[in-house]
């Protein structure tokens, strides 16, 4: 299973972006997708998080500017992103988690390669 993390780049303060993540591969479904974003010099932070039956969860400092959705068919997950501030700069990292394959196998959880966004005037 891979996760292509796209949508990223240089935006103005007050600006938008939209990120999207496709889960490929042996998948029969997905409980939880998510993003997480990494800042130089900072701990890795929870941005928002949708499982399959569209129950959200969002980090405190992103609660009414961002919003998560997902594409079950698709197995993709969006993150619109609005009123952009600098402190928003960092990668973004998607995330699947109890991916269950075609095979009938166990879950397992698989990470993307991340994407930047830099909010800068």
Do not use: H
Not at 38 to 67: C, L, W
Not at 78 to 93: G, H
Request: aromatic residues 8%; hydrophobic residues 35%.
């Amino acid at each position: 299973v891979q996760l292509q993390a796209s949508g990223g780049g240089l935006v103005q303060p007050g600006g938008s972006l939209r990120l999207p993540c496709a889960a490929s591969g042996s998948i029969f479904s997905i409980n939880f997708m998510g993003w997480y974003r990494q800042a130089p010099g900072k701990q890795r932070e929870m941005v928002a998080s949708i499982t399959n039956d569209g129950s959200t969860v969002y980090g405190d400092s992103v609660k009414g500017r961002f919003t998560i959705s997902r594409d079950n068919a698709k197995n993709t997950v969006y993150l619109q992103m609005n009123s952009l501030k600098p402190d928003d700069t960092a990668v973004y990292l998607c995330v699947a988690a109890g991916v269950r394959p075609l095979n009938g196998g166990p879950p397992s959880n698989y990470w993307g390669q991340g994407t930047q966004v830099t909010v800068s005037s």
